[in-house]
């Protein structure tokens, strides 16, 4: 078996971002349009649906298990199986890198007494535990033989499910959303209790399809329900996209962008809150901190260039920002005084270790960080020199390299830039978009 060799990709030093910019559909809302719709019995229309390769896993997967899916030139239209009727298949279900699908589908086919399937993916998919699922859906009736107890591959044993009140023992929106999307076909309802909020669009997707959905203060609880329906879905921009160009233009002197039609759901904007504390300039209309609504709200964010200074992350703060805490530590590189993230040992778990990649490849660039067990501390030191960094496979260290080379001195050199399209196919492009003047 042959193997490429991983793309090399250089960013230079910009004297300033211009322009305005949509940025790609939302990734996570992307995953749960195409699976409820795939557990909904009449057609459902899926516009602006994010076609990267994470969640052209999904795509598969729900074909995979008897769902249809007709690809049209400006939407999707898939026609759903049922909540009760997914297909067992004598394959295994290859998730790829999807980790929200990975977590998520159980959720679906666990509800089907008598059948089982196997979830599989590729190797950084392989290093991901699922035993934060297999605990809740075990206590329901399920049954999962993981890897080592903990790892994939899995196969998933399916059965008449009982309610549960479950604690969760970490904040996290894929194992609240396997749960969830399980015990609306229990008799008595399911109860999640959540030790911080986390990402609730799982709870807005349920609510949209006729689910009976309650939640108050740190409990979610969802109802009986025979059938799901939806209708046409429009998945808005991604926030978790939009953040490296948000970065990008607090960073690099000169700059001022126009971001459109962004997801601006409380539980996705961390970053920005994070980001505006350390004195960036970002001017937008954010949805009010414990809102609810079924529909996901949108604006546009303006964003400028201004100086940083450093701050401190709490662990109640961590899981609205979970996935552009490495752009924290970059904002951190260019900050006066220390920038401190704690309680983000879930890091460790992602495509990569993020805690280590992340401190290992600013400090190669010339920052000043220490990585701690749950986090890390970054001295700001004015900046980054450049260099080169390996992206480890991890589609939101290359982008993160791409923008570090953008502010920095030097320019940086990004070894495996290509892992990207994971989640953003056309980032290189779109940066060279806001790059010209």
């Known amino acids: 078996m042959t193997t490429s060799s991983p793309t090399i990709a250089r960013f230079d030093p910009h004297p300033g971002l211009r322009g305005t910019l949509r940025v790609p559909a939302d990734k996570s809302i992307s995953h749960r349009a195409a699976l409820f719709a795939a557990m909904t019995p009449e057609p459902v229309r899926v516009r602006n649906y994010l076609h990267a390769a994470d969640t052209n896993s999904t795509l598969a997967a729900i074909e995979a298990v008897g769902a249809r899916v007709e690809r049209r030139a400006d939407e999707l239209v898939i026609r759903g199986a049922g909540l009760r009727n997914a297909h067992e298949t004598a394959q295994p279900i290859d998730v790829g890198n999807a980790g929200t699908l990975m977590r998520l589908l159980p959720g679906w086919l666990a509800s089907h007494p008598g059948q089982s399937w196997t979830l599989d993916g590729d190797s950084s998919i392989r290093r991901r535990p699922v035993d934060r699922i297999a605990e809740p859906l075990r206590r329901m ?56 909020p986390s990402r609730d669009h799982t709870e807005r997707m349920l609510a949209r399809a006729g689910a009976p959905v309650e939640r108050e203060a740190d409990r979610v609880t969802v109802r009986h329900v025979d059938e799901l329906g939806l209708d046409a879905i429009d998945v808005p921009g991604d926030l978790s996209s939009a953040a490296f160009f948000v970065a990008a233009a607090v960073l690099v002197p000169g700059s001022r962008i126009v971001l459109q039609d962004v997801n601006v759901n409380w539980t996705r904007t961390g970053f920005l809150r994070i980001a505006e504390r350390m004195g960036a300039i970002v001017v937008g209309e954010l949805e009010p901190h414990g809102s609810f609504s079924p529909v996901e709200p949108v604006t546009e964010l303006d964003v400028a260039h201004g100086p940083l200074r450093g701050t401190t992350v709490a662990a109640a703060e961590v899981p609205l920002a979970i996935d552009e805490l490495p752009l924290v530590a970059l904002l951190g590189c260019f900050a006066e005084g220390e920038t401190v993230v704690r309680g983000a040992g879930e890091l460790r778990l992602k495509e990569s270790d993020r805690i280590a990649t992340v401190v290992d490849g600013l400090n190669a660039l010339g920052g000043s960080l220490e990585a701690t067990d749950d986090g890390f501390v970054v001295h700001g030191t004015g900046g980054l020199c450049g260099g080169r960094i390996s992206s480890h496979g991890d589609h939101r260290l290359a982008m ?33 978009a806001l790059s010209r003047r």
Do not use: N, W
Not at 160 to 166: K, P
């Open 141 to 196: 009736g399920a049954r999962i033989e993981a890897t080592d107890e903990r790892f994939p591959p899995f196969r998933l044993h399916g059965a008449d499910l009982q309610g549960i009140e479950y604690v969760l023992p970490v904040a996290s929106a894929q194992v609240k959303s396997c749960v969830l999307i399980a015990g609306m076909t229990t008799a008595a309802g399911t109860t999640v209790i959540e030790p911080a």
């Open 400 to 432: 993160l390299g791409a923008v570090a080379g953008l502010a920095s001195r030097e320019g940086v050199e990004v070894e495996g830039m290509d892992a990207a399209a994971v989640s953003y196919p056309g980032f290189e492009r779109d940066i060279a």
